[in-house]
Each structure stands twice: as structure tokens, then as C-alpha cells.
């Protein structure tokens, strides 16, 4: 029988919703599992009423003192689902406590706060994730595989997008746009996905930026009745203060990779008719991958050593377990299709076996893995900022 993990799960807005699924879900459909989540203690702040959030949830206990969460002995795995500003201080208390942790992307909300993570995690030989989940569509996980069984060859180009549509001017001010609270705006939010993605399907490294380009173009919004901090959408009913955007709507980069690839990456909130559109297309001397999570069920892969003749995108339906497509044989018979949900429960399942000393089905980023992700999202911005190229080597 699995040994029980007790877990406390820190924040309780979207990300908590999510985790908290994964973690309800993930020993019914993960036979085998090493280790079994126990929905322990669920934090969230007082004005939330924490109480109902892990009523509904499964949540054995809640609690409005974080710090106490963390330090209680009854707790196994400390998960983090706060505005970015909280994942150092969090996981700092964390590792004091000598407990696991993982923490929702980026790592930090600065590459100073991650660098404490790290070093921290490094001198304690904590045990790290971090919840980069979209590494665990199956479509992007064999994207990995693919490019790893030599597939794709030598690759010469990579472009990225993460699109989104935030609705313009009357979106309020949430912590989002705010820089103590968030570090970065669509940059740590939405770049840091597809920067995570490109370093987890080529396997390679980033060593240069240029070309950066950062623009807010909405500079104030409406405080919102309802704590801009507390991660309550609230809306702005009753107020019209505004308040200043100190990050950014969009952020575009260029970049070399070590092993010669050039890239382009583009992410914006403000890209009116993309909803969630994040994806990757990866082009090399065997062949192509074409990634978009609207359309998630799905990769497209062309083989290039094919006949011309009938050489041609293949759109391959990533849900066979016969066919080996990764964590599909969890869950349903082949197309009765997976959503945004299944990423979290299957990374929940790789915490579960890492945790346990066992291999998850493909790398999670741990804080180390993160805090490379960390370094790109920062030389973008230096980039962005100075209007000049910037060598990796100059981001420490
Ligand atoms: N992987 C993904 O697809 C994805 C999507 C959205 C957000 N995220 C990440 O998840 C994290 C949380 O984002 P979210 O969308 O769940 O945010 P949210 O605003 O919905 O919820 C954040 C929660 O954190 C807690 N919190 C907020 N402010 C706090 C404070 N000052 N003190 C103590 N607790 C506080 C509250 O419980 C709040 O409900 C962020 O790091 C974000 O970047 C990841």
C-alpha cells in the first residue's frame, strides 16, 4: 500500500484550485503510486475564509498562519500557489522546516529571491519542483521524446508565442500588475512558460538575447475594491481610484542556443482573440514539431526524410496509451480527449514518484532548472532595457 504524504497547499485562488484537483484526482487514476497525497491543511488569507475554500476542496484543515503551516510537523510536502512575490519567503521556511517543496512558476518573482531558493535548496539538499505543467500535455511531453530519440536532427529554429486576451483597459489592478507583488507582467507570467518549454523539448541551453522589445501600454488601471494583492479578482464595482502598471502588457526576444539554434519568443496579455494560446514550433534537419495548447490533444509532426512525393504534416492525436503517448494510459480509451486540468494531475503524479526516490515520466524542473528559466526572463528585460544584445554568461 502507498505510504500517505501529508501536503499543505499554500494559496487558495486559480492555482489552488487547480493543485487542489490534482491532488483529489491524482491516486484514482495513477495506479501504483508510491506515495499517496493526503489532503492535510490548505492556508489561505482570513479575508478569504480559508474555511470554505478547503471545505469544498477536501481539505482536512485550513488555516490563515502560513508560517504555521509550514512548520508543523504533521506536514510532508509544502506546495505554493501565492502571488509570485511569496514563493521565496515560503519555500525559505519551508526548507528551514526541512520539508520538500514546490512552488507554481516563475521560481520568484526576481532572479534575487530565486537565487535564495536555490543556493538555500542546494545547502539543505532539499528535494524542488516546480509546477512548469505545461511540460505535462502529452503532446509536449513526446514533443521532448521526439526531439531526445533524434527525430527532429541538428535544430536550426525555434519560435515560441504565449497569447493571451485580458480584456483592455477594465481589467483592474491585480497583483499581476504589480511589480513588488508579480516581478515581471506578461514577461514572468507567460514568457517563462514557453522559455521552460523551449529548454524542455530541444534539451539545449539559451546563451544570448537580442532584439528585446517591452511595452506597457495600458499605465494605470482600477484599484480593486477587494485587496489588489489578495489574488481576489474583485472587479471595481464602487471604485474608481486608479492605480500605476509597473510591468509589462508584452514582451518579444530573440535568442541564440548553445547548440546554434536561433529563436524567437513573443508573449503579450494583449493579444486580442488568443485566449490561452501558447505554443512552440521546433524546425531541424530530419524534421518539424508544431505545438498550440488551444489545441492541446494534438501535436503535428513532418518527417523530412520522408518521399517528397508524400511528405506532410501528420497531426497525431496524442492520447494512445497503446500508441506510448505519455501519461495517456491513466487516463481515458484513446480520443475521449484531455484538458488543462490532466497537466496538473499528471505532474502531481511525478512529484508523488520523485518524492519517493522514483524517475518521473518526463524531468520536472526542480528550483535549479527553474532558476535557468529565471535567468533568461531577466537577460530579456536587461535586453529590453539596455536595447543591446546580452550574453547569458553577463545574468548570474
Ligand atoms: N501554471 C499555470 O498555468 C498558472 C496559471 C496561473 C497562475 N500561475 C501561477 O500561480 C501562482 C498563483 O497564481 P493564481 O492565479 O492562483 O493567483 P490568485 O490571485 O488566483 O491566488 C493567489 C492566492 O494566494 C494567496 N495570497 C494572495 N496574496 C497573498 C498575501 N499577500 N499573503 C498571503 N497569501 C496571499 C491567496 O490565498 C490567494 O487566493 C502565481 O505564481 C502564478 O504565476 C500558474
Redesign the pocket.
Known sequence: MAKACNVAL?????????HSNAFLKVSKFFKGLPLDPVMHTS???KQ?N?KV?AKHWGWRNYSDD?KAVVRSRDIDYVD????????MPVAMEAIRAGKPVG????LA?TLKDAKKMVDAAKKAKAKTFV????RRCPAVSLAHQLVKDGKIGRIFHVRCIYLQDWGGPDTPL???FQKK??GSGAH??LN??IIDMARFVTGDEITEISGAIAETFIKERTIPSV?A?????GGSKGSRKKGKVDVDDAVLFLARFKKGAVASFECSRLAMGYQNQNGIEVHGEKGSLRFRFEDMNYLEYLDYTANPKTRGWTKIMCTSAAGGHPYVEAWWPDAHILG?EH??VNQAADIMRVLAGKKPVVPIPDFADAYETQRVLEAALVAAAKRRVVKMSEVK
Open positions: 499554500i494559496g487558495q485562488g486559480f492555482m489552488g484550485r487547480t492556508f489561505g488569507m478569504e480559508p475554500f502560513w505554493i500557489v501565492t502571488p509570485n512575490f511569496m514563493h512552488t507554481e512558476k516563475p518573482g509546477w512548469y505543467n505545461y491585480l497583483w499581476r507583488l508579480a514572468g507570467d517563462a512558460h485587496g494583492a489578495g489574488g481576489i479578482a488543462y497537466t496538473f
